[in-house]
Structures are given as C-alpha cells and as structure tokens.
C-alpha cells in the first residue's frame, strides 16, 4: 500500500501514499510549507477539541501511532477548522476545492481514509521526526557547552 518513511532523503524518494475514493485512486500530492501552516492549525485546534497530549503521540517513533493520533485528531479539528481542511485536502489529492464537496466523488465515509493517507504520507512521518528531535532534550554532554552560534561584535575592542 505505501511507504514507510521517516528518516534522511528517504521522504525524497518515496512515493506519496495512494487513497481510492469512489472507485478512483488519488495519489497525493509532496507536503510543503503553506501546507505546514495548515496542519499546524488543524492540529492545535484538534488537540483541543479531541483533549490529547499531542506532542507524545506525533513523536512516538510509531508510524502507526503517530498515523492513527494524527487522523483522530483531524477528526476532531475538521468541524472547527472546515476551511483550512477542505483547502489542504483539495491540494493534497491534487483536485478543486468545489471537487472536495462533491458527495458523489468524495463520500463522507472516505474522510477517516483520506485522514489517514495523509498520517503514512513520507514527508509528514519525516516531519514528525525532525519534531521529535526537536522536542526530545539533549544530554548534557551535548549542552555542556552552548550550541547557539556567537556572532563576533563589530566593535573595536577595548583591552
């Protein structure tokens, strides 16, 4: 069915999972950064409505944890956040956004698989992965000395 895919070039070279709705296969579309404001939006509003402690599940290092949390939570964001869905789930399938409300094409029964196509998508399991790195504190070894870059002062110095 698809791809798993979360780690270095790997999302670059994966194909993007495949949804049938309606008796046609869509093949979804690379995930970029307007998509990323998007989803960022879906998900806060998700995890409010749906009460989940987000961060553990998207970041769990299972894909099938991290695509189920994913799902449910869009779920629960779609009603809340109806625009910003049906505008990224247009893009994604590669359609129209007047397409995406057609019942005859896109059945509601097929929201909790397009959901889900889009949680085993490679660039968004690659994106939970730099999330997770970002979110997991580093040893202390690591931050015995600080990684922040210093720029030089332009200054002339005094001593």
Do not use: C, W
Request: proline share 9%; charged share 20%; glycine share 6%.
């Amino acid at each position: 069915m698809t791809q798993q895919t979360d780690r270095g070039d790997k999302p670059l070279m994966a194909e993007p999972p495949e949804v049938e709705i309606a008796g046609k296969t869509y093949r979804l579309q690379r995930l970029s950064y307007p998509d990323s404001a998007r989803l960022a939006r879906m998900l806060v509003i998700g995890k409010q409505q749906a009460r989940l402690e987000l961060l553990p599940l998207l970041t769990s290092g299972n894909p099938l944890a991290q695509t189920e949390a994913f799902a449910s939570v869009l779920m629960a964001a779609f009603g809340f956040a109806e625009q910003d869905t049906m505008a990224f789930l247009a893009r994604v399938l590669g359609v129209e956004i007047g397409d995406i409300r057609d019942p005859e094409r896109f059945p509601i029964s097929s929201l909790p698989a397009v959901f889900r196509a889009v949680g085993e998508h490679p660039d968004l399991q690659a994106f939970f992965v730099q999330v997770q790195q970002i979110a997991t504190p580093r040893d202390e070894t690591e931050s015995s000395e600080s990684s922040i870059p210093t720029v030089p002062s332009s200054e002339p110095s005094t001593s």
